[in-house]
């Protein structure tokens, strides 16, 4: 019975959530009362907590998690500065004249604005609020838009720089590095979050297509759910008097130039996430002002979001390292090896066992959480059957994605349906993803059968 502690404290975890408590709470304060009672009958040895105030000192000063807030500051920033609106209004008078138009003008739209801000929800809410009411009045099939918006809103869990894979990236950098150590290999290779980056670019891209590709389809075979609509139809939705080329540059070129930046001066080694991450904050206050957005009130609310998003992150980064110190201290990850080893199947079974289980957490919990509580359990046993860091990442992250817009609780539908208007039926949300998640089910299949997707970019970028 004690050798299923960790089990036991896992579960426990698990059900302090679904009653609703905060997270970074529930896991600090769980995992301290089974330490606590483990103490007392003499199975935990409180040593394993010595090691907390060094935890709690390396994610102070982690370089790599310094990104977080400036990415969130790059992404709140851009926003509230209508950046998307103007997106919007652009992407929508290039394409909206033809069959599927507005559809794909969503979903590009959507890939650019998941590449700036890098947040699901905040993504899904700006185009459902913005596009929406537009596609539903033009005469767009309810599910197909509502699909459409809630997909592309998940891509900023994969399109970089994604603040997700910043935070897988930190916590698989130090899984590899303890994977190679406990094989022996005492000049451990790293893996940073450039590396996800440029692995995530393919696979991106390549989700990005197949959405594109889905439009064109369903607009050829069934016209009256996704018709083509006028330019002046448009102009006079979206309010819009400019020529098509004025708002191309206005609205296509700033947020394209800062994407650019923030990327080009990571894969060229100019620039550490970090940085990069500085680079876009200060950009986006530039498009701010291009917007004549920018004043002292719009400052004050970016400034309060991004201190609210740091502070949560941290404070379950927190919650998250005392977690694992007691699952550790009572024998977890070694249980979890020996599971893992004698699963049938071996590594194939291990890695489709932890993608269920991710998926299925995926329903009540945040990717914060799943990469700080579940990766570093599971990272170190996979990279030691030999799985590639920069894969696994990219597998782990396109399969929370697809969780996210899984019904019945996935949480882009739940963003989504608080800002639809009352004719749109949740049945209608719910039967407009599926198409969208056999796409990214799909897409793991592909990965699954050429890792080189997502490892051969990284490969030719840094010379590995």
């Not at 709470?25 to 040593?47: E, K």
């Amino acid at each position: 019975m004690v050798e299923f502690l960790p089990l036991f404290l896992f579960a426990a975890v698990c059900v302090v959530l679904m009653f609703g408590y905060p997270v970074a709470l529930s896991l600090a304060g769980t995992a301290l009362v089974f330490a606590g009672g483990g103490m007392v009958f003499g199975v935990f040895d409180m040593a394993f907590l010595q090691a907390f105030p060094n935890r709690l000192y390396g994610i102070m000063t982690n370089q790599t998690l310094i990104a977080v807030p400036l990415f969130v500051l790059m992404g709140v920033l851009l926003e509230k500065s209508k950046v998307a609106e103007t997106l919007l209004d652009a992407m929508a008078l290039l394409f909206g004249s033809v069959r599927g138009g507005l559809g794909i003008s969503v979903v590009v739209v959507g890939m650019l604005l998941a590449a700036s801000t890098g947040i699901v929800g905040a993504t899904v809410v700006t185009m459902g609020l913005i596009s929406l009411p537009t596609m539903l009045k033009r005469g767009y099939s309810p599910s197909l838009a509502t699909g459409a918006i809630c997909a592309t809103g998940t891509l900023g869990q994969i399109i970089p720089p994604s603040i997700a894979l910043v935070l897988l990236g930190d916590v698989l950098s130090s899984a590899y590095q303890q994977a190679q150590l406990n094989m022996g290999v005492f000049s451990p290779k790293t893996v940073s979050v450039g590396d996800l980056f440029v692995g995530a670019m393919i696979p991106g891209l390549m989700l990005v297509g197949a959405y594109i590709i889905y439009m064109i389809i369903i607009a050829w075979l069934k016209p009256e759910a996704a018709p083509a609509v006028s330019r002046e139809q448009i102009q006079a939705d979206r309010q819009v008097q400019e020529p098509l080329a004025v708002i191309l540059l206005k609205g296509l070129v700033p947020p394209i130039v800062l994407i650019v930046a923030v990327l080009g001066s990571i894969l060229t080694g100019a620039a550490t996430p970090t940085e990069a991450a500085g680079v876009g904050a200060f950009g986006a206050a530039i498009l701010a002002a291009m917007q004549k957005q920018l004043n002292l009130k719009m400052l004050g609310e970016v400034v309060r979001s991004t201190t609210n998003v740091t502070s949560m992150v941290f404070l379950i980064l927190i919650g998250a390292s005392v977690f694992s110190l007691v699952f550790r201290g009572f024998g977890g990850e070694e249980l979890i090896h020996h599971w893992f080893e004698q699963m049938p199947g071996g590594v194939v079974g291990a890695m489709i066992i932890v993608m269920l289980v991710m998926f299925l957490l995926g329903f009540i919990l945040d990717f914060i959480e799943i990469t700080f509580v579940v990766v570093p359990i599971v990272a170190p046993v996979l990279m030691m059957m030999g799985l590639d860091p920069v894969w696994l990442g990219i597998m782990m992250a396109i399969n929370l994605q697809t969780s996210f817009l899984t019904p019945p609780f996935g949480f882009a539908l739940f963003y989504l349906r608080g800002v639809a208007p009352p004719s749109v039926p949740t049945s209608a949300i719910y039967k407009g993803v599926i198409p969208f998640i056999l796409i990214q089910v799909s897409m793991l299949l592909a990965l699954t059968i050429w890792p080189e997707l997502a490892t051969w970019l990284p490969s030719m970028v840094y010379g590995e």
